[in-house]
């Protein structure tokens, strides 16, 4: 699964998958398939198997998770709160399983009421380094051939039609 | 800068460019036909990078000549005879297997890494600054080729074995990064450009390292008789025929 | 029968009545419908096909234009055109995405297509026999294609609709750069003028074409406008196709290869002459001019492929191992 944010002050969102054997190939590809335009600061490519999804329903339904049996490491928080919307960072709870990360999700982000909350360990992911940030998102910028406004055909048929009239 | 040195580093340049536009040619073949969708489209991105990086190039080059930097570009490209291009031998080679295609862009990318670090120290400074931005661009292409090579050269046997025979074909092509560009000693002297050479020997014992991890041997052959840039194999004629099949069509046309 | 009630229908798909109607009362009030809801079996299967398809088409679309980005005749156009086939294999991964979100897998999706079970747009099946034919492919037949993908974004199902939205917007460039290609070529040497004339008098019924039969002899748009996936005919759409193209293309002085175009004043349509359905239906089962040569580079680009993902499968398990 990748998650990309757009902008410093934006939020890290789902945006898609990729095939690959391993992470570090997951984070190539998802570099070359979705940034082809100017749109990160930063990519995380999670192993699909990681995330563990839980609707509103599905939690009614829910046992309490068992807090005391394991060891507690840091989970990353998403949700999605609604049809359209994609699913995108709440925040980081410490947890000692995904299902009590999701609990944990619900106790400290009470305000917040989505339709699926999604949560993986921290450890499952793989984040380009900040210092990577340029290499990686740097080259779209200067392909300004793949901008739509490069291309002024409205103008030109105008032109075009000025033209044969004046003929 | 006096003119006779503009018109060195011109050729200069002119040849770095040419160095990009035949890999990136090269390169955009496997559009379509790479093993892996995402591969395509990486494949696509170097290509798309080093064309792009040779007009960068060729755009300087041009600007150095007191020529027109949007129209001379092109006419270098599609109006010169393939006795006229100064690229190294390495990169007109046909694209072969995946083995040989991705191999051959580790090669190359780990000396133009080297070689554009130094080149934005460069003097003069309008190379430096483009040397400077194409660089975060080829890192990326390094770290996709240094990815690749020990996925291939340690996955299978098969996919080992070709690896090395891709190794055994490139190494001695590989050679003719040592080999000086057009009016190099010149440009070295005054600061504006590297030595190759002593790039080739950074060079070399970092890729030699790599490929060893990787699984491979590197054998130390004796390098080509001929590394100079104005010798080219048979592949090259045929490369620009295709190249400027279309632009010869109608030379007065704008495309 | 897809203008019966629910319950008829239910009783035909055999699916339960109440969650039937829940669900198209769902599609009724504009909602999306996820991959984890209920949705019947018909709905995921028609849209496996459509989505699946549509993936092929942009992995076989590479192929056309492809061929000529050694050849391009300007570094501009050679870097434009290396970007939007580079698209295309993007466009492909997000569709092949969007699949798998209902159960179908990528590997699976490839092998119906490599082994011809599966379809992909009579588009394709054409050569490029000069330059000028990328311009006719950029503003035809995307053109063309960004008016199905335009309703597509409004469909039903969310990781179709949202991949729609992302293609359409990088599909506009696609169109344009085409438009561009043909407008100034049009103007041009008289090679230009000539190889773009040449261009367009070949793409043009093939385009119409692309929007598939008429409404009267589509077998599954009934089903796919019920449900909300499609919200307007083939034919509604190639007429919209048909009257924004006409007027540019013969402000460009182009003619276009049919003596009985003609403007009917009291709808503002353009009317083109019947369409040779013959030749869409042969292309569509396999014997257009390029199918055999598609399908061949296809099949050879998966076999050569073979040792580059066992390779890498191989590499991850012995890394993981350590």
Redesign the interface.
Same mark, same amino acid.
């Given at each position: 699964m990748v998650f990309q944010q757009e902008g410093p002050d934006q939020p890290v969102v789902h945006n898609?998958?990729?095939?690959?054997?391993?992470a570090e190939?997951a984070m190539l590809n998802a570099r070359d @398939?979705f940034v082809?335009?100017p749109e990160a600061v930063a990519l995380w490519v999670v192993p699909a198997d990681a995330i563990f999804t839980q609707?509103q329903e599905e939690l009614a339904k829910a046992e309490p998770a068992d807090q005391a049996a394991s060891e507690l490491s840091d989970y990353y928080v998403f949700a999605k709160f609604s049809?359209?919307a994609?699913c995108r960072q709440v925040g980081q709870v410490q947890a000692g399983s995904p299902q009590a990360a999701v609990q944990a999700a619900i106790a400290t982000f009470a305000d917040k009421q989505p339709l699926w909350w999604w949560v993986f360990p921290a450890s499952a992911v793989l984040k380009n380094e900040s210092s990577e940030a340029e290499p990686m998102f740097s080259a779209a910028r200067y392909?300004t051939?793949?901008?739509?406004a490069?291309?002024? @055909?409205v103008t030109?048929?105008r032109a075009?039609?000025d033209k044969?009239r004046l003929d | 800068m006096e003119r006779a040195r503009q018109y060195a580093l011109s050729g200069y340049l002119i040849a770095l460019a040419d160095d990009e536009l035949i890999l990136g040619?090269r390169d955009? !073949?496997w559009? =379509?036909?790479?093993?892996?969708?995402? !591969?395509?489209?990486a494949f696509?991105?170097l290509?798309?990078d080093e064309? =792009?990086h040779?007009?960068l190039w060729?755009e300087l080059g041009a600007d150095l000549l007191g020529q027109d930097k949007t129209t001379y570009?092109?006419r270098l490209?599609?109006f010169r005879e393939p006795a006229q291009f100064r690229n190294m031998q390495l990169v007109e080679l046909p694209k072969g297997? #995946?083995a040989f295609s991705t191999l051959r862009q580790y090669l190359f990318d780990a000396f133009e890494a080297l070689r554009l670090e130094a080149l934005s120290q460069s003097s003069y400074t309008p190379l430096a600054e483009i040397a400077a931005r194409i660089r975060t661009e080829e890192l990326y292409h390094l770290r996709h080729s240094q990815a690749w090579v020990?996925? /291939?050269g /340690? =996955?299978?046997e098969?996919?080992h074995a070709?690896m090395q025979a891709a190794l055994d074909a490139l190494w001695p092509y590989a050679q003719g990064l040592a080999a000086p560009l057009p009016g190099e000693q010149d440009l070295h002297a005054a600061g504006i450009v590297p030595s190759s050479a002593a790039l080739f020997e950074r060079w070399s014992g970092e890729v030699s390292q790599f490929l060893v991890e990787a699984g491979l041997q590197v054998e130390l052959r004796s390098p080509l008789a001929d590394m100079h840039r104005s010798s080219h194999s048979e592949h090259l004629p045929a490369?620009i025929h295709? /190249?400027q099949?279309?632009?010869r069509?109608?030379p !007065?046309?704008? #495309? | 029968m897809y203008g019966a009630d629910v319950e008829q229908i239910a009783i035909q798909l055999n699916e339960d009545p109440q969650k039937l109607a829940d669900f198209e009362a769902r599609i009724a009030r504009g909602?999306?419908i996820?991959p984890?809801d209920w949705m019947p079996a018909e709905y995921r299967r028609q849209l496996i096909r459509m989505i699946s398809q549509h993936a092929h088409s942009e992995?076989v679309g590479?192929?056309p234009e492809?061929a000529?980005?050694?050849?391009?005749?300007?570094?501009?156009?050679?870097?434009?055109l290396? *970007?939007k086939?580079?698209?295309e294999?993007?466009h492909?991964?997000?569709l $092949?995405?969007a699949a798998?979100t209902l159960g179908a897998t990528?590997e699976e999706m490839l092998d119906a297509l490599l082994e011809g079970k599966a379809k992909y747009s009579s588009i394709f099946n054409y050569h490029t026999t000069t330059?000028a034919d990328n311009g006719a492919i950029g503003w035809l037949v995307d053109g063309a294609a960004i008016l199905n993908q335009t309703m597509l974004a409004r469909c039903s199902y969310?990781p179709y609709s949202?991949a729609m939205v992302r293609i359409c917007m990088?599909e506009?460039?696609h169109r344009?750069?085409g438009?561009?290609m043909i407008?100034?070529y049009s103007?041009?040497?008289p090679?230009?003028r000539a190889m773009v004339q040449d261009a367009i008098t070949r793409w043009w019924w093939p385009t119409l074409m692309m929007f598939g039969p008429h409404d009267a002899d589509s077998p599954n748009s009934g089903v796919l406008i019920r449900w909300g996936i499609k919200t307007r005919t083939n034919d509604e759409l190639r007429q919209d196709f048909i009257n924004q193209l006409v007027p540019?293309l013969q402000?460009?002085g182009i003619v276009l290869p049919d003596p009985d175009l003609h403007y009917d004043e009291a709808t503002g349509n353009w009317r083109t002459g019947a369409i040779d359905w013959d030749e869409f239906w042969a292309v569509l089962k396999g014997n257009g001019p390029a199918n055999a040569e598609r399908m061949a *580079?296809r099949r050879?680009?998966h076999a050569?492929? $073979?040792?580059?993902?066992? *390779?890498?499968? *191989? $590499?991850?398990v012995?890394?993981q191992n350590q």
């Open positions: 898609g998958t990729v095939h690959a054997p391993d190939l @398939v082809r335009r609707t049809q359209q994609q392909k051939y793949k901008d739509q490069e291309y002024p @055909v030109m048929m075009l039609r044969g | 040619h955009s !073949e559009t =379509g036909h790479a093993p892996i969708l995402e !591969e395509d489209i696509a991105n290509a798309l064309i =792009g040779a007009k060729y570009p092109d490209v599609y297997d #995946w020990p996925r /291939l /340690l =996955g299978t098969e996919s070709r490369l295709d /190249l099949s279309v632009a069509l109608d !007065e046309a704008i #495309w | 909602e999306k996820e984890g992995v590479m192929l492809g000529w980005i050694t050849k391009a005749p300007s570094l501009r156009r050679k870097l434009i290396l *970007a086939v580079q698209d294999a993007g492909g991964q997000y $092949y995405h798998e990528r330059w969310g949202r990088e506009n460039f344009k750069q438009q561009e407008i100034l103007q041009g040497t090679t230009q540019d402000a460009c *580079a050879q680009a050569d492929g $073979y040792w580059v993902r066992e *390779a890498a499968a *191989a $590499y991850a012995k890394n």
